[in-house]
């Protein structure tokens, strides 16, 4: 930098004494690692069995400690439990069983990930001649500085910008029962849920790392969420042989599925009690309307109803035939196109059972060709996608000679209603 000010004609920036002080610099990815972060994993596990029941049930722990920043900034904790049970009733006529699984994670963490916005970013451009602590050990101002003084303490930045924390529980689990009235005749029905809530806190302090990386109040963030869905699943089957030759194979069912959730969330300024264990909304005591922000909302309704059929043939395994057919309805779609109606057919020849083909068992054990045609459908779009596709928001607009751009929209209440 000092030889390029002088090539242009102008004085050095350092003196030869500043180059010196300067000494090795700070090699700042060095500084954004840690070196053996301890990664932990534990299991405990129990199974038995009596006459009509079985059982399995676990608890385990996983605690990780992150690469980058260390565990004060990125940590990661799951405690899980589980419970697996099945149980026989009338000489196994009927079976009730269950699927039971409990987690917790208490996670912080810094952003990695994207682009533009993460950590690692200042730390690949930052100028190694930037000091990391001042004389009293605090992380160096570099806002003074008589050079360059946009330029931030990358470390600094990750330590001032990630201070959070998270907690979600998750609770996954199914209850079915299994009625066998007669020889291959089975009627299974299930009721599955999963149940997740989380929360999340975060905190920023006053601090100054450069001109352009600063903040000049405490501010607290708070999030809550909660979701959960339920699915209900019926399959009744029926598996007959005639003449030892003809082997059918029936089978009908449905599926019904719903989820639902909501969040909240909330930021606020100048906190009473400034840290991260005291990042709460009550402890914001911020008037101004610039620094204030609240929401909530539900999560997008989604609603699955299916009905199905299955008819397989076999014919001494020999010949195959299958035909499906299912009715899918959604709530992604409108009212007038919820449901769709997928059939599909297959057909399996096995040359190897063949009694031309038994005399060519040494070179070529199994031999199968199967043709299908079928048609599927998605359901994988945004909710509300069939209402009318009009942006509202930073649309320009045109009245007359002029042109503007509409920024803000304010909905009637009957609109909201309706939707």
Known sequence: MSEAAVNGGKQPLFTNDEIKAFGKGTNW??????????????????????????????LSYTGQEGVVGGKGLSNY??????????????????????????TDIKNNGIGVGNQYNNSFRGAFSASPFLKMYDENGNFFDNSKSTWNNGEANPYATM?????N?????????????????????KFKTSLGMDYSAGESRSFTPIYNLSIYTYSITTKASQSMN????????????YKFTLNNDHTFEAMVGSSAYRADGSNIFGTNTNLIYESLDYAWLSNATGKNIAGITIGGAPYDPDRRLSYFGRLNYNYKEKYLLNATFRAD???RFGPENRWGYFPSVSAGWV???????QGQKEWLDFLKVRASWGQVGSQNIDAFQYLAPIKLNNTNY???????VLTQVVIKAELLTLL
């Open 29 to 58: 990815m060095d500084q954004m690692f840690v070196d053996n972060a301890l990664t932990q994993n534990y299991a405990l596990g129990a199974s038995g069995a009596s006459e009509a029941s079985v059982y399995s049930l676990g």
């Open 351 to 357: 040359v190897t059972n063949e009694s031309f083909m």
């Open 226 to 237: 909660k979701g959960k869905s339920l699915i209900w699943d019926n399959l009744l089957s």
């Open 398 to 404: 045109i009245f007359g000679p002029d042109e503007g």
């Open 329 to 331: 309805g959604s709530s």
């Open 165 to 185: 924390r998270r907690n979600s529980q998750r609770l996954l689990g199914d209850i079915y029962m299994v009625i066998e009235p007669i020889k291959n005749l």
């Open 77 to 102: 904790q799951r405690y899980s439990f589980r419970i697996n049970s099945e149980h026989n009733f009338y000489k196994e006529i009927i079976k009730i069983g269950q699927h039971l699984t409990y």
């Open 159 to 163: 330590v001032y910008t990630n201070q």
